[in-house]
């Protein structure tokens, strides 16, 4: 699992499938002091988080195995987007 910011939005009309119906983020990964690092990436919201939110996000098979109603053979999602973060307490 790894910690991140929604910083922007993907509008695609044209994608597979699985992932019609989905609301695509970019997330800026961050370290445990909110701080940005270098990865971005592309994932799907599965719990409606919002640009500006830190996130907990997870990629590969926890990713397409974060949907219940899906088959995992038949997903190209490998990131999504599974908590948000009230706070980083340390």
Do not use: C
């Not at 993907?10 to 690092?37: A, C, F, H, W």
């Not at 995992?72 to 599974?82: F, K, N, R, S």
């Amino acid at each position: 699992m790894y910690m991140g910011k929604v910083i922007g939005s993907i509008v695609s009309t044209q994608k597979n499938e699985s992932l019609v119906g989905r609301k695509l983020m970019i997330v800026q990964e961050v370290d445990y002091t909110g701080s940005p690092r270098q990865r971005q990436e592309v994932a799907a919201d599965t719990v409606g988080a919002g640009i500006g939110e830190y996130v907990l996000y997870v990629r590969g098979a926890g990713a397409r195995n974060s949907q219940d109603n899906l088959d995992p053979h038949e997903d190209v999602m490998d990131a999504a987007i599974v908590g948000i973060i009230d706070s980083f307490d340390m």
